[in-house]
């Protein structure tokens, strides 16, 4: 008798937390089917009940809730409740009112998708956010990206010769390697007033690229189980394992934090300057918080900064060069243009000059638009105000959001969306075009780019001399560019975009 008892109880007690599991399960489905306060919003009722849907799409079937999400507006309308508990709109003409300058959150659940919880563009607070981006911001004004445009020059005369070189050779290139080097030397040279000097080696191997190739593959499993993130500083060799793609996230980490580390030394041993000369200084400066002054502080944020500086932009001038080399209409107007304005092919003009050429500026918004450079939704939660969409009132606390490549990719605002027409911003903002509001590609509000400036001046020169001074012929197909998967970034098939080409002709 009492062996049969102790026999039954594993099973009794599996049983009995079975049931606990399922009635909670039943409760809490009625709840947010029923009385959560997101009840009435329109949407599939699987989605209401468990965020497993979202994580079949982008966790399983690998970053592929974007295009989900498109289906549920189609069936449902502007506003579908996406999971349990957010909120996506899909209407261009409200983006500014969700991404704004008014008090507002990151959603905390969507910043684990960063492998740098502790940078600026991890946090969700807009009251520790404000002075963290506070200290950033002086040093990526557009008079600061002014002072340093010699650097994006200089760098850009060394892509330059790479590809004359390689038309000496007549061997291929990888654009996304080239441009990813141009981004990588510019913004580490920026950051840390030591470039990486990618340009200089022959095979463009770029730490950087490795790094975010490893990060952006881990993003949907951090959002979906955030204790990961604090398993990555202790056992990264366990995740290497598991995950061999994300070795230079930890290589690049691991440099990041040496440099953050003397950083802080030099701050304590040796006095900064007023006002600080560099971001390391400004972040350890004396009037900065002591627990803002941590190692891990500043390695995330120079993290963030290195990644968010190098793919973003060298993925608009990737697509933007292999759409432009594929339409000989645009590639002549944009030539014309350029030499008009540059005689020779050494002509120097700075970015304010380069701003003023109508076609070129068309084309450096054009690319941007269709590069999927940010492709994840960035939800932003109104912590006391509601906010209100035709009909419907969001209640405070409810995570917002609106894709910035859904917007770009809107038909009644872009006709014909997928093609590359730089024209379409060419033409006059009196009979009502006014598109430029629509290009949201650095999101928008007090928690928008920081790198938005430096981003352009580097499209406008790059692009000029680019196309000022070579004729390339690709070898990459547009299926081989499809952006079919939302990994923060948009990714086609691959794990990365990559463009071949040749260096066809070099123009005098
Ligand atoms: C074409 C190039 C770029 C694009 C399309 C882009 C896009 C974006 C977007 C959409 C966000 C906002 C995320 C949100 O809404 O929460 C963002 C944030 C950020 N970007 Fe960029 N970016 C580009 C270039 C750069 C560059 C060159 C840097 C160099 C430092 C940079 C650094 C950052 C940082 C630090 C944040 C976080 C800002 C914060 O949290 O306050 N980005 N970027």
């Given at each position: 008798?009492?062996?049969?008892?102790?026999e039954?109880?594993p099973w009794r007690?599996?049983?009995?937390?079975?049931?606990i599991?399922?009635i909670?399960?039943v409760?809490?489905?009625?709840?947010?089917?029923?009385f959560h306060?997101l009840?009435?919003?329109?949407g599939?009722?699987?989605?209401?009940i468990?965020?497993?849907y979202?994580f079949y799409?982008d966790?399983?079937?690998?970053?592929q809730?974007m295009?989900?999400?498109?289906?549920m507006?189609?069936k449902?309308?502007?506003?579908?409740?996406i999971?349990?508990?957010?909120i996506?709109?899909?209407?261009?003409?409200?983006?500014?009112q969700?991404y704004?300058?008014?008090v507002?959150?990151?959603?905390?659940y969507?910043?684990?998708?960063?492998?740098a919880?502790?940078?600026?563009f991890?946090t969700?607070?807009?009251?520790?956010?404000?002075?963290?981006?506070?200290?950033?911001n002086?040093?990526?004004s557009?008079?600061?990206?002014f002072?340093?445009?010699?650097?994006v020059?200089?760098?850009?005369?060394?892509v330059?010769?790479?590809l004359?070189?390689?038309h000496?050779?007549s061997?291929?290139v990888?654009l996304?390697?080239?441009f990813?080097?141009?981004t990588?030397?510019?913004?580490?040279d920026?950051?840390?007033g030591?470039?990486?000097?990618?340009l200089?080696?022959?095979?463009?191997r770029?730490?950087?690229?490795?790094?975010l190739t490893?990060?952006?593959?881990?993003?949907?499993?951090?959002?979906?189980f955030?204790?990961?993130?604090?398993?990555?500083?202790?056992?990264?060799?366990?995740i290497q394992?598991?995950?061999?793609?994300?070795?230079?996230?930890f290589?690049?980490?691991?440099?990041?934090?040496?440099q953050?580390?003397a950083?802080?030394?030099k701050?304590i041993?040796?006095?900064t300057t007023?006002p600080?000369?560099t971001i390391?200084e400004?972040m350890t400066?004396?009037?900065?918080?002591?627990?803002?002054?941590?190692m891990e502080?500043?390695?995330?944020?120079?993290?963030?900064m290195?990644?968010a500086?190098?793919?973003t932009t060298?993925?608009?001038?990737t697509?933007?060069?292999?759409?432009?080399?594929?339409?000989?209409?645009?590639?002549?107007?944009?030539?014309e243009?350029?030499?008009?304005?540059?005689?020779?092919?050494?002509?120097?003009?700075?970015?304010?000059q380069?701003?003023?050429l109508?076609?070129l500026s068309?084309?450096?918004?054009?690319?941007?638009?269709?590069?999927?450079?940010?492709?994840i939704?960035?939800?932003?939660i109104?912590?006391?105000?509601?906010?209100v969409y035709?009909?419907?009132?969001?209640?405070p606390?409810t995570?917002?959001?609106q894709s910035i490549h859904?917007?770009?990719m809107?038909p009644?605002?872009f006709?014909?969306?997928e093609?590359?027409?730089?024209?379409?911003w060419?033409?006059?903002?009196?009979d009502?075009?006014?598109l430029?509001r629509?290009?949201?590609s650095?999101?928008?509000?007090s928690?928008?780019?920081?790198?938005?400036n430096?981003a352009?001046?580097e499209?406008?020169?790059?692009?000029?001399?680019?196309?000022?001074?070579?004729?390339?012929k690709?070898?990459t197909?547009?299926?081989?560019?499809k952006?079919?998967r939302?990994?923060i970034i948009?990714?086609?098939?691959?794990d990365?975009?990559k463009?071949?080409s040749?260096v066809?002709d070099?123009i005098?």
């Amino acid at each position: 008798m009492l062996l049969e008892s102790s026999e039954a109880s594993p099973w009794r007690v599996a049983w009995t937390v079975a049931t606990i599991l399922c009635i909670s399960i039943v409760t809490r489905s009625v709840y947010r089917l029923f009385f959560h306060p997101l009840s009435k919003f329109p949407g599939p009722k699987l989605t209401a009940i468990t965020h497993l849907y979202e994580f079949y799409y982008d966790g399983i079937q690998g970053g592929q809730f974007m295009w989900e999400i498109i289906r549920m507006h189609q069936k449902y309308g502007p506003i579908v409740r996406i999971n349990p508990r957010e909120i996506h709109i899909m209407d261009p003409y409200f983006f500014h009112q969700i991404y704004h300058t008014g008090v507002q959150n990151r959603d905390p659940y969507m910043v684990n998708i960063s492998t740098a919880p502790q940078s600026t563009f991890s946090t969700a607070e807009y009251k520790l956010h404000r002075p963290r981006r506070g200290i950033l911001n002086p040093f990526f004004s557009r008079q600061s990206v002014f002072k340093v445009e010699n650097i994006v020059h200089e760098k850009v005369e060394k892509v330059i010769g790479f590809l004359e070189t390689a038309h000496r050779d007549s061997s291929a290139v990888f654009l996304d390697d080239v441009f990813a080097a141009l981004t990588a030397d510019i913004i580490s040279d920026y950051v840390y007033g030591k470039s990486l000097d990618i340009l200089d080696d022959k095979e463009l191997r770029n730490p950087m690229r490795a790094a975010l190739t490893g990060g952006v593959s881990l993003c949907h499993l951090l959002r979906f189980f955030p204790i990961l993130i604090k398993l990555l500083d202790p056992i990264p060799s366990v995740i290497q394992l598991l995950k061999p793609i994300t070795k230079g996230l930890f290589d690049m980490k691991r440099d990041v934090e040496i440099q953050s580390k003397a950083a802080i030394h030099k701050s304590i041993h040796s006095p900064t300057t007023n006002p600080p000369r560099t971001i390391y200084e400004a972040m350890t400066d004396a009037s900065v918080p002591p627990e803002e002054k941590t190692m891990e502080r500043l390695r995330d944020d120079g993290l963030i900064m290195l990644a968010a500086g190098t793919e973003t932009t060298a993925r608009v001038l990737t697509m933007g060069a292999f759409y432009i080399y594929r339409d000989e209409v645009v590639l002549r107007a944009l030539r014309e243009e350029l030499v008009g304005a540059m005689p020779t092919p050494d002509t120097k003009l700075s970015w304010t000059q380069l701003e003023k050429l109508p076609y070129l500026s068309a084309v450096v918004k054009e690319s941007l638009r269709l590069s999927g450079s940010i492709t994840i939704r960035q939800p932003r939660i109104f912590p006391t105000k509601p906010l209100v969409y035709e009909d419907y009132t969001i209640p405070p606390g409810t995570p917002v959001s609106q894709s910035i490549h859904l917007v770009h990719m809107n038909p009644t605002v872009f006709p014909n969306p997928e093609k590359f027409d730089p024209t379409r911003w060419l033409k006059s903002p009196e009979d009502g075009n006014r598109l430029d509001r629509f290009l949201v590609s650095f999101s928008g509000g007090s928690m928008n780019c920081l790198g938005t400036n430096l981003a352009y001046c580097e499209l406008y020169h790059m692009f000029a001399k680019l196309v000022r001074r070579f004729d390339l012929k690709h070898v990459t197909e547009l299926e081989d560019v499809k952006i079919t998967r939302d990994f923060i970034i948009g990714l086609p098939d691959e794990d990365e975009l990559k463009v071949e080409s040749h260096v066809s002709d070099i123009i005098q």
